[in-house]
């Protein structure tokens, strides 16, 4: 081998070796670039929170104590950990389990005190010799109230250590506004219910009646269209009181909405005419049960019913992008933009009557609450200028689905 291509094999090892050097440094700036140690940390902890959050966002019972225990054990880091309520104990993940009934009292009086206790090895005596049990920590879930839901039960090893307490406490704080949460999302949701009955109650005595006299107009007259006035009003009443089912499709609540104006238009013939603007591709869009009909019912009954002659009525569907823009608007007489903000009415003969502003601030509210403050109604009225009621839903939520 001659000294040239030993000179060649040499350059050449030596810039290898640079190269690999080179691209390891690399990598491992790369690597710390990615992360550090404690910003993977932070990453592992809320990660843990989170996988905890889910099933206790859903109340405190023994399936959901069952998914989050082993998370909750991890943010600890203690031996084992368990969740009770006042009766017994939900759900238990590590060490500790035969000690079950001591734990279950000590959680039942931490309960009922809200103030949390350690307990030591005289606290947790047993006949297992091999028992490597020495003390727990048990703390109360209180939620921003202070009401203690349950309590959170850290087991230790060894007599639990300041650190381990201090962990304990504090998890159990966070898993009681967790909890706190879950209760705060199951109030929206009873109140929703209600707030949808108070509607159903409010269509009742407003537009039954006139319905069924509509209809026995015709029985003599006109038998074949009081049949067929009678199969909607049926189809309308069975949508309407429906029992199931917080959220709906746009093309349900339309079809529904048809069906009223039919019945409508049986009593006020040519006086009441309809103009339909909809977008197809908004028609599948989730929207809260019975949000237009309370706005339709009152263009119809409060603006139209009152005007002379002939009145329009406009309901209007629009894509616009993530959101499907929606108008109800009536050329009827219009009213007092004061009073709708006071929250009464002037029936047409002179007596007060709530009912149309129970039903836009029913759906006001409900819109606000589904899909934020930025979504409620948006009302455009005057005396004599008719009436204009616009509202935007978001064409995809996470927390909407239409029922089947």
């Known amino acids: 081998m001659g000294p040239n291509l030993s000179t060649a094999i040499a350059v050449v090892a030596m810039i290898s070796a640079l190269a690999a050097a080179l691209f390891a440094v690399v990598r491992l700036r790369d690597r710390r670039g990615i992360a550090t140690a404690t910003q993977r940390a932070t990453y592992e902890v809320l990660h843990t929170a989170g996988l905890a959050a889910e099933p206790l966002r859903t109340g405190l019972s023994s399936t959901s104590a069952a998914k989050a225990v082993r998370h909750l054990r991890a943010l600890v880091g203690s031996a084992g950990l368990a969740l009770a309520d006042r009766d017994q104990i939900l759900a238990l993940d590590g060490r500790g389990s035969h000690h079950g009934d001591q734990l279950r009292t000590a959680a039942a009086q931490v309960i ?81 219910r209600a707030e949808v009955r108070a509607l159903r109650a409010q269509i009742s005595p407003h537009f039954i009646y006139n319905a069924l006299t509509a209809i026995g107009s015709f029985v003599r007259t006109d038998p074949e269209r009081a049949r067929e006035l009678l199969l909607e009003f049926a189809e309308f009443t069975r949508y309407s009181f429906r029992a199931h089912g917080e959220f709906t499709t746009l093309a349900e609540e339309l079809r ?129 200028s008719g009436t204009k009621v616009s509202m935007r839903v978001p064409k995809f939520h996470r927390h909407v689905r239409a029922s089947a």
């Open 112 to 192: 009922e005190s809200r103030r949390s206790t350690v307990l030591g090895e005289s606290d947790l005596r047993c006949d297992r010799v091999d028992c490597p049990v020495r003390g727990a920590v048990v703390a109360p879930l209180t939620g921003p109230d202070g009401r203690a839901a349950g309590a959170l039960i850290a087991v230790a090893d060894d007599q639990p250590a300041p650190g381990l307490v201090q962990a304990a406490l504090e998890t159990a704080h966070w898993a009681g506004t967790q909890l706190a949460l879950a209760e705060l999302d199951s109030s929206r949701e009873r109140l929703a």
């Open 256 to 384: 529904s909405i048809d069906r009223y104006l039919t019945i409508e238009r049986a009593r006020f013939g040519d006086r009441l005419q309809v103009r339909l603007q909809i977008a197809p591709e908004v028609l599948p869009v989730s929207v809260p049960f019975l949000c237009l009909q309370p706005l339709v019912e009152n263009a119809v009954r409060h603006g139209l019913s009152r005007k002379p002659g002939v009145g329009m009525l406009s309901i209007e569907a629009r894509d616009a992008g993530a959101e499907c823009h929606i108008m109800v608007e009536d050329d009827g007489v219009g009213m007092d933009p004061a009073v709708l903000t006071s929250g009464v009415a002037e029936s047409a003969d002179g007596s007060e009557d709530s009912g149309q502003h129970v039903g836009l601030s029913n759906v006001d509210e409900r819109l606000r609450s589904v899909f934020g403050d930025q979504f409620g109604l948006v009302v455009e009225t005057g005396i004599g």
